[in-house]
């Protein structure tokens, strides 16, 4: 819950909050009818056993979409008469022999494929559209879950592609190695959902973004089984691992990835620190990246966010630090969280010492820590406002340094200028020596007359302010919602060259239909 303060404030900035202006009790959503045909399902059943074919509402419902703002809002207050569309069975198979075969039946009976993971899509990525096929089904991964093998001498592991973040973390632990991959998603979200969209994690400063740590990758496909990655590197054509990698289930379904680890840290140091303004902070994030001193977490707040954060959190130690900024001239102050892993002693000095220079205000461990204990918080407390009648949701993207604060303005003034009265909050959580990421979290009154058209004309009008500027998507992938940018982006004969992709391994379009390149 949020405290009375809290909700009063967000009022004031907003419109009206802190009432559930849905239904009291909500109603369960009308689910599509399954269209599986009989044959197809005992097909599928032969293969995974009658048991792993499930066709119940709940069971088809919590496969039917991902986390994003829209699909929680069709599925928590469903319009009369408007049906979620789900798939048409969920079915579970048990290992990657498992997974070919099902794809195997699929073809034969020309159903639909959607692999699902933890789920957690914010950009239709697991929608179960069907395309042109008469049925569909969600490809649940969840029993593909173990660590299969360990290489101590080369630093790899191969997990299989339904283990969730925090057990591969915990497996990888019991032989003193980690991926130090920890995006927002991590507690649901699995290997193989990690490596279908490019994911990247709070650390990607210090450990890489996913497909950084991709050595092999293991998929299934309606031609047959695929499996790359042989070397640390390599010059046998183009590499064809980083074409199944973000290829968001649309060229196979990822069944196994080899992946480079490492030992557990020693230690964990994170801090707090604050600029003045948000100009002032992308500078200062430029320096450290440019001079390959950032932090393995490196994560700026501007001044709208920052504010958030410290009206939500309140209290007498924020009222504290608010003052004692005050008194030190800080008038736009923004975050800065950085954090360092492993060898954190003189890494540390070395990233203080321009943060000294540029004039940035060490406010010290207390506030770091805070955050670290904190990063995941974001989905609970998304869930709470919307139950207080508040549009919530995200969008990110990255840009060269010399677009980013063009891009950063643009944004802005889109999802302004769409919504009305609304905080549009924004940081920036991963650097490179040539740009970073932008994150977007907006927060407006729910529109209870039109709460999906309110949010798809300013997720549309943010999207067309980005592109020129920068990349549709720096880590969401590009699902459904993000497909009618990416010609804008990668040209015409780049999804030609997709296309061509696609047809090569799946030529009658089972998998994962409406996706990336529709």
Same mark, same amino acid.
């Given at each position: 819950?949020?405290?009375?303060?809290?909700?009063?404030?967000?009022?004031?900035?907003?419109?009206?909050?802190?009432?559930?202006?849905?239904?009291?009790?909500?109603?369960?959503?009308?689910?599509?009818?399954?269209?599986?045909?009989?044959?197809?399902?005992?097909?599928?059943?032969?293969?995974?056993?009658?048991?792993?074919?499930?066709?119940?509402?709940?069971?088809?419902?919590?496969?039917?979409? &991902?986390?994003?703002?829209?699909?929680?809002?069709?599925?928590?207050?469903? #319009?009369?008469?408007?049906?979620?569309?789900?798939?048409?069975?969920?079915?579970?198979?048990?290992?990657?022999?498992?997974?070919?075969?099902?794809?195997?039946? $699929?073809? =034969?009976?020309?159903?639909?494929?959607?692999?699902?993971? &933890?789920?957690?899509?914010?950009?239709?990525?697991?929608?179960?559209?069907?395309?042109?096929?008469?049925?569909?089904?969600?490809?649940?991964?969840?029993?593909?879950? %173990?660590?299969?093998?360990?290489?101590?001498?080369?630093?790899?592991?191969?997990? #299989?592609?339904?283990?969730?973040?925090?057990?591969?973390?915990?497996?990888?632990? %019991?032989?003193?190695?980690?991926?130090?991959?920890?995006?927002?998603?991590?507690?649901?979200?699995?290997?193989?959902?990690?490596? /279908?969209?490019?994911?990247? &994690?709070?650390?990607?400063?210090?450990?890489?973004?996913?497909?950084?740590?991709?050595?092999?990758?293991?998929?299934?496909?309606?031609?047959?089984?695929? =499996?790359?990655?042989?070397?640390?590197?390599?010059?046998?054509?183009?590499?064809?691992?980083?074409?199944?990698?973000?290829?968001?289930?649309?060229?196979?379904?990822?069944?196994?990835?080899?992946?480079?680890?490492?030992?557990?840290?020693?230690?964990?140091?994170? %801090?707090?620190?604050?600029?003045?303004?948000? /100009?002032?902070?992308?500078?200062?994030?430029?320096?450290?990246?440019?001079?390959?001193?950032?932090?393995?977490?490196?994560?700026?707040?501007?001044?709208?966010?920052?504010?958030?954060?410290?009206?939500?959190?309140? &209290?007498?130690?924020? /009222?504290?630090?608010?003052?004692?900024?005050?008194?030190?001239?800080?008038?736009?102050? $923004?975050?800065?969280?950085?954090?360092?892993?492993?060898?954190?002693?003189?890494?540390?000095?070395?990233?203080? /010492?321009?943060?000294?220079?540029?004039?940035?205000?060490?406010?010290?461990?207390?506030?770091?820590?805070?955050?670290?204990?904190?990063?995941?918080?974001?989905?609970? #407390?998304?869930?709470?406002?919307?139950?207080?009648?508040?549009?919530?949701?995200?969008? %990110?993207?990255?840009?060269?340094?010399?677009?980013?604060?063009?891009?950063?303005?643009?944004?802005?003034?889109?999802?302004?200028?769409?919504?009305? =009265?609304?905080?549009?909050? $924004?940081?920036?959580?991963?650097?490179?020596?040539?740009?970073?990421?932008?994150?977007?979290?907006?927060?407006?009154?729910?529109?209870?007359?039109?709460?999906?058209? #309110?949010?798809?004309?300013?997720?549309?009008?943010?999207?067309?302010?980005?592109?020129?500027?920068?990349?549709?998507?720096?880590?969401?992938?590009?699902?459904?919602?993000?497909?009618?940018?990416?010609?804008?982006?990668?040209?015409?004969?780049?999804?030609?060259?997709?296309?061509?992709?696609?047809?090569?391994?799946?030529?009658?379009?089972?998998?994962?239909?409406?996706?990336?390149?529709?």
């Amino acid at each position: 819950m949020l405290p009375d303060r809290a909700v009063r404030w967000l009022g004031q900035r907003i419109g009206r909050v802190g009432v559930d202006r849905g239904h009291k009790v909500h109603p369960v959503p009308n689910l599509t009818d399954s269209t599986l045909a009989e044959p197809a399902r005992e097909a599928l059943a032969a293969v995974v056993g009658a048991e792993n074919v499930l066709v119940d509402g709940p069971e088809r419902l919590a496969r039917a979409s &991902g986390l994003s703002y829209l699909d929680l809002l069709r599925r928590q207050r469903p #319009q009369p008469g408007d049906p979620v569309p789900a798939p048409d069975a969920v079915v579970l198979p048990a290992d990657p022999d498992q997974v070919q075969a099902v794809l195997d039946a $699929c073809v =034969r009976h020309d159903v639909g494929v959607v692999p699902f993971g &933890g789920g957690t899509s914010v950009v239709g990525g697991v929608s179960a559209l069907r395309g042109d096929k008469a049925a569909v089904i969600a490809l649940d991964l969840a029993r593909l879950d %173990e660590l299969v093998s360990v290489d101590p001498v080369s630093h790899l592991a191969v997990l #299989q592609a339904g283990v969730r973040g925090p057990e591969a973390e915990r497996l990888l632990g %019991e032989h003193g190695f980690t991926l130090g991959h920890v995006p927002q998603s991590f507690e649901r979200a699995t290997i193989g959902g990690f490596a /279908a969209t490019r994911s990247a &994690g709070q650390a990607s400063s210090g450990y890489g973004r996913f497909e950084d740590m991709v050595a092999g990758v293991r998929l299934a496909t309606p031609r047959g089984e695929w =499996r790359l990655g042989v070397a640390p590197a390599s010059a046998a054509g183009p590499d064809l691992r980083q074409l199944a990698v973000g290829s968001e289930g649309t060229l196979g379904v990822i069944t196994e990835v080899a992946l480079r680890v490492r030992p557990v840290p020693r230690e964990r140091r994170y %801090e707090g620190y604050v600029v003045d303004g948000w /100009a002032a902070g992308a500078e200062t994030v430029r320096q450290l990246a440019q001079e390959h001193v950032l932090a393995d977490v490196t994560r700026l707040s501007d001044v709208d966010e920052t504010a958030v954060s410290f009206a939500l959190s309140g &209290g007498w130690k924020t /009222a504290l630090l608010r003052g004692y900024l005050a008194a030190r001239g800080m008038k736009r102050p $923004c975050l800065l969280i950085v954090g360092w892993e492993g060898d954190v002693k003189a890494r540390q000095r070395r990233t203080a /010492a321009v943060l000294r220079r540029t004039g940035a205000l060490r406010i010290g461990r207390a506030l770091g820590e805070t955050w670290r204990h904190g990063r995941f918080n974001g989905p609970r #407390q998304r869930d709470v406002l919307m139950g207080l009648g508040v549009c919530v949701e995200t969008l %990110e993207t990255a840009a060269y340094w010399s677009n980013l604060d063009d891009l950063h303005d643009a944004v802005r003034a889109a999802l302004t200028a769409s919504l009305g =009265r609304a905080i549009v909050m $924004c940081h920036v959580s991963h650097a490179y020596e040539t740009g970073a990421s932008l994150y977007f979290t907006v927060l407006t009154s729910r529109d209870d007359a039109d709460p999906v058209g #309110q949010w798809q004309r300013a997720k549309r009008a943010a999207s067309e302010a980005i592109v020129g500027l920068g990349t549709i998507s720096h880590h969401h992938a590009v699902g459904v919602d993000h497909a009618p940018y990416l010609p804008a982006e990668i040209g015409a004969l780049g999804v030609d060259v997709l296309r061509a992709a696609k047809h090569a391994v799946d030529p009658t379009g089972i998998l994962n239909p409406g996706k990336l390149i529709g």
